[in-house]
């Protein structure tokens, strides 16, 4: 009887030493990723990819603006892109309490500004006291703040750029802010398959995966979704029943993964730092 009590103790003990362990290893992390300044990337033309033949077919999108060059989901970085010649922007969308949508990539304000807190934890208003802190040349900028998301649409449309909008919740948006920014889009991406089934029917929707399955390709075919993958983690085996979809290739930030995926037939890819063919 003692030593089944004390085989149960030293398993508590065990489990408790692994939960804290573990408890520690995510605090850590998490500290060290809202911590870490972004830098500057360097950039490349697409018209010096000579080794890619059907470089003027391919459609680039920027990712958080031109966040190789301006904080990222700032109209810094929107305008960025714009005078770059991106036809497609990719924004991340995120909702305060008062239910305004902001860019921002994050749930919380930690990363991107000295302020700490959910996102959904503050008005948009109150969101205007934390002026960012972290992105690409953040010191060649004035006051940068996180923008709401009709702003830039604004200069998306001063650009003739199609914003790509990413979304991790509906729910807390303001319906005619949400309906008033689906008409704009050109397309809505999601990693939630419940976000996307909240949308159908009202925009051209994308889901968006690491390494596709089968069953995820299945799931956007039957739907009519298009599909996001990782380049560099997807094998062309498991493309080869995806034809017949809309891919896009995502990320696409060096002149190898460009390449690789423009051979698998891929036009569409999402880059930091690769600009278009003007």
Same mark, same amino acid.
């Given at each position: 009887?003692?030593?089944?009590?004390?085989?149960?103790?030293?398993?508590?003990?065990?489990?408790?030493?692994?939960?804290?362990?573990?408890?520690?290893?995510?605090?850590?992390?998490?500290?060290?990723?809202?911590?870490?300044?972004?830098? =500057?990337?360097?950039?490349?033309?697409?018209?010096?990819?000579?080794?890619?033949?059907?470089?003027?077919?391919?459609?680039?999108?920027?990712?958080?603006?031109?966040?190789?060059?301006?904080?990222?989901?700032?109209?810094?970085?929107?305008?960025?892109?714009?005078?770059?010649?991106? =036809?497609?922007?990719? $924004?991340?969308?995120?909702? %305060?309490?008062?239910?305004?949508?902001?860019?921002?990539?994050?749930? %919380?304000?930690?990363?991107?500004?000295?302020?700490? #807190?959910?996102?959904?934890?503050?008005?948009?208003?109150?969101?205007?006291?934390?002026?960012?802190?972290? #992105?690409?040349?953040?010191?060649?900028?004035?006051?940068?703040?996180? =923008?709401?998301?009709?702003?830039?649409?604004?200069?998306?449309?001063?650009? #003739?750029?199609?914003?790509?909008?990413?979304?991790?919740?509906?729910?807390?948006?303001?319906?005619?802010?949400?309906?008033?920014?689906?008409?704009?889009?050109?397309?809505?991406?999601?990693?939630?398959?419940?976000? $996307? #089934?909240?949308?159908?029917?009202?925009?051209?929707?994308?889901?968006?995966?690491?390494?596709?399955?089968?069953?995820?390709?299945?799931?956007?075919?039957?739907?009519?979704?298009?599909?996001?993958?990782? =380049?560099?983690?997807?094998?062309?085996?498991?493309?080869?029943?995806?034809?017949?979809?809309?891919?896009?290739?995502?990320?696409?930030?060096?002149?190898? %993964?460009?390449?690789?995926?423009?051979?698998?037939?891929?036009?569409?890819?999402?880059?930091?730092?690769?600009?278009?063919?003007?």
């Amino acid at each position: 009887m003692k030593l089944k009590r004390a085989a149960v103790v030293a398993l508590c003990a065990a489990l408790t030493a692994v939960i804290a362990g573990g408890g520690v290893f995510y605090a850590r992390r998490e500290t060290a990723y809202r911590q870490k300044k972004i830098e =500057p990337m360097a950039m490349y033309r697409l018209s010096a990819f000579t080794e890619v033949r059907q470089r003027r077919e391919l459609r680039l999108c920027a990712d958080r603006g031109l966040s190789a060059a301006a904080p990222e989901n700032t109209l810094e970085a929107v305008r960025a892109a714009g005078e770059a010649g991106y =036809p497609y922007v990719l $924004l991340d969308v995120a909702c %305060t309490k008062d239910g305004t949508a902001v860019l921002l990539h994050d749930e %919380t304000i930690d990363r991107m500004t000295a302020g700490r #807190g959910r996102v959904r934890a503050f008005t948009w208003a109150e969101l205007a006291r934390f002026p960012l802190d972290n #992105g690409a040349n953040i010191g060649d900028y004035d006051r940068v703040t996180i =923008p709401s998301l009709e702003d830039a649409l604004r200069v998306c449309a001063q650009y #003739g750029m199609q914003p790509i909008l990413s979304l991790r919740t509906v729910r807390t948006a303001q319906p005619e802010v949400l309906r008033k920014a689906l008409r704009s889009a050109y397309m809505v991406v999601s990693t939630q398959k419940d976000v $996307l #089934g909240l949308l159908e029917g009202a925009a051209r929707l994308c889901y968006r995966t690491q390494v596709p399955s089968q069953r995820d390709l299945r799931y956007c075919a039957q739907h009519g979704f298009a599909l996001a993958f990782d =380049p560099v983690r997807t094998a062309e085996t498991d493309l080869r029943s995806a034809w017949d979809l809309e891919l896009w290739a995502w990320p696409v930030n060096t002149r190898e %993964t460009l390449a690789r995926t423009a051979d698998l037939g891929v036009i569409h890819m999402v880059t930091d730092c690769i600009l278009p063919v003007r």
